[in-house]
Nanobody, 119 residues
Framework: QVQLVESGGGLVQPGGSLRLSCVAS????????MRWYRQAPGRERELVAA????????NYADSVKGRFTISRDNAKNAVYLQMNSLKPEDTAVYYC????????????WGQGTQVTVSS
């Protein structure tokens, strides 16, 4: 059974930082590209950051470039999202996603963690 468990969300003031973690189990983690998505109330889920299975390549939404950093530790089956200079518009539920296409599409999601940026 595949599980992705996010942690690290919370309430932070504008300009502050948070580090989200996602620990995976039940899958060969090093085979999967990992992504962080977010969904704010009344808005569609959007891709925030992505990292390839080896960690050799990363990608970011324009809205978070220069502020967020995605990283992974395949030995720990974990992916991270370091979020700096947070803005109120970063408020959302953040989801971890494991994705792989190999004959079939393998697409797994965590339960989400709330990030609220407010003074």
């Amino acid at each position: 059974q595949v599980q992705l468990v996010e942690s690290g969300g919370g309430l932070v003031q504008p300009g502050g930082s948070l580090r989200l973690s996602c620990v995976a189990s039940g899958l060969d983690f090093s085979w999967y590209d990992m992504r962080w998505y977010r969904q704010a109330p009344g808005r569609e889920r959007e891709l925030v950051a992505a990292i390839t299975s080896t960690g050799g390549s990363t990608n970011y939404a324009d809205s978070v470039k220069g502020r967020f950093t995605i990283s992974r530790d395949n030995a720990k089956n974990a992916v991270y999202l370091q979020m700096n200079s947070l803005k109120p518009e970063d408020t959302a539920v953040y989801y971890c996603n494991a994705y792989r296409v190999y004959f079939y599409k393998y697409d797994y999601w965590g339960q989400g963690t709330q990030v609220t940026v407010s003074s």
